[in-house]
């Protein structure tokens, strides 16, 4: 089969499987993403993510991961929201929980795909391997590189027909297919993702300081929060989508097809005081198969906890009393903080001091 007949039949095979976009690119990156790396870790923006300094030579290089690769086909799949994501943050009693964690675990669904994608490679008799934010790839550059968009002044992915709201998986390949040209940037002179950050979590455009991002706060974070980011948390449990949302391109993006992504009714905007009552076996029971349960009982209990203390709601001090009480010391020390939040009247900030 000709190289433009193979490209069209996974491209084809692909649609079929529910993805929404895909290009092809070279196993490599460019110097210029590698010094960004460099210069991030450097200067101590991931946090306590130890795993990005632990393996930063392969994550830089996808050759290095692994030698035989000569092609990435980068695959998007939407889950743009259908409405208003940002709506349920005027909800002082409710949990705000990211769009693409209102269901269930993109991973999964991703992965299964890639893998029959794979099949269909390996029956061809080229090896694979594929991917799924589960091992030291830079999926946004090699996305990038493939065509499906380029990475915004938030650091995210901005695609012209699905705006920032691409969740990315990959597969390497020993098949040589002809790369297809980088997306240019398209983001000129905005900077609307940087202004809507609660906590300023952009030093500079293309940049972020993870250690003050909401989403790295509230989900790989494992101790207390700092208080200086508590009230423009707002009643943000478990990640942010304010820069994602604020983008403008996102009004070409139409709802995502993937029902599976599709937001629950119970997680679009859940009460603060029932996810307050949740205890293992109630949380282990509610977020059966969704992203959230990774984190744990204690982790979320701690973001609600600021979350209750950030609405001002008197009729959900019984509920910060109970995680006050908590056999968690975080959770424990986090459910003090939004009692005596709440005795005192003090509602969320916009951003810190």
Known sequence: MAEADLRAAIAARAAALGFDAIGIARARLPESVRDNLRAHLAAGHHGTMGWMEDRAAQRADPASLWPEAVSV???????????????????????????????????????????????????????VKVFVDTAPVMEKPLAAAAGLG??????????????????LGEIMTTLALPPDPPHPDRCGTCT????????????????LDARRCISYLTIEHKGPIPEEFRPAIGNRIYGCDDCLAACPWNKFAVAGREQKLAARDDLLAPRLADLAALDDAGFRALFAGSPIKRIGRARLARNV???????????????????????DPVVAEAGRWAARRLAIGLAPARKPG
Request: charged share 20%; hydrophobic share 40%; proline share 6%.
């Open 305 to 327: 906890a600021i979350a209750i203390g950030n609405s001002a709601d008197p009729a959900l001090a019984p509920a910060a009393a109970r995680l006050a009480a908590d056999d």
């Open 192 to 207: 609307a993702c940087q202004a809507a950050c609660p906590t300023d979590a952009f030093p500079a455009p293309y940049r």
């Open 73 to 127: 086909i980068s695959l998007g799949l939407s889950y743009a929201p259908d409405g208003d994501p940002l709506a349920t943050l005027s909800r002082a009693d409710r949990g705000n929980i990211s769009v693409y964690a209102r269901n269930r675990d993109y991973h999964d669904i991703i992965k299964g795909r890639l893998k029959h994608l794979a099949q269909f490679i390996a029956a061809r008799g080229e090896g």
């Open 150 to 167: 380029w990475q915004g002044k938030h650091t995210n992915l901005v695609s012209r027909r699905h705006g920032s709201w691409l969740l």
